[in-house]
């Protein structure tokens, strides 16, 4: 399995990005992770293989949405809102469970990132 991210970019606070995630093979769950300079990868958003269920890290829900077109093998993070905060590199990652994604592990295939710069 292939991941690719990308659609990041710069942008201004309030502003807004929709990052893409194309993937290659059988489909999984997704989910996306950011890691900001000098911290840990985090877990920010996923989505089932199916599409039916979604999880969000407290600090996005509701300026963040993650959705998937299983037609054309791509999932999306729309991301509304932006804060300085969310700056980091965004990456997409498989696995075959969201809520094991949601939960920081299960994660069987990492993408490379994208940077996502919010500024104020």
């Known amino acids: 399995v292939q991941l690719q991210a990308f659609g990041g970019g710069l942008v201004q606070a309030g502003g807004s990005l929709r990052l893409s995630c194309a993937a290659s093979?059988?489909?999984?769950?997704i989910g996306w992770f950011r890691q900001a300079p000098g911290k840990e990868r985090v877990f920010v958003a996923s989505?089932?293989?199916?599409?039916?269920?979604?999880y969000y890290t407290d600090s996005v829900k509701g300026r963040f949405t993650i959705s998937r077109d299983n037609a054309k093998n791509t999932m999306y993070l729309q991301m509304n809102s932006l804060k300085p905060e969310d700056t980091a590199v965004y990456y997409c990652a498989a696995g075959s469970s969201s809520t094991l994604l949601s939960t920081g592990i299960g994660v069987n295939y990492w993408g490379k990132g994208t940077q996502v710069t919010v500024s104020s």
């Open positions: 093979g059988r489909t999984f769950a």
């Open positions: 989505i089932s293989a199916s599409g039916s269920t979604t």
